[in-house]
């Protein structure tokens, strides 16, 4: 109950700022792709494998949620990366682009 009563202000918050979404729907569509391949990678024969198509569908997922093309950002990044940049954290900001 304590919980409760310390965070109703944020629990109701969507009653008073119409940004904010009473569910979670456009979460829930985001990771359903990643939920069926999670059950499709039951099948992946090497550990390597599954690793590797999660980094890639969380490139892809970014991508899709930032408005950004995958090749597109992948080609940016790759050649920042040959131009020497090494910091990850400003690299991948190069997805972040405005929703049209």
């Not at 990643?34 to 198509?53: D, I, M, Y």
């Not at 892809?60 to 954290?89: E, H, M, P």
Request: proline residues 3%.
């Amino acid at each position: 109950m304590n919980y409760f009563h310390n965070f109703w202000n944020q629990i109701f918050a969507y009653r008073h700022d119409g940004e904010y979404s009473i569910d979670n729907m456009a979460v829930e569509r985001a990771i359903r792709p990643l939920t069926v391949q999670r059950k499709n990678g039951l099948f992946f024969c090497s550990p390597k494998e599954a690793k590797n198509s999660g980094i890639y569908n969380t490139f892809i997922s970014t991508c899709l949620q930032k408005c950004r093309n995958f090749r597109d950002f992948f080609v940016d990044y790759v050649r920042a990366w040959n131009r020497g940049r090494r910091d990850f954290g400003n690299l991948v900001r190069l997805v972040y682009a405005p929703c049209a």
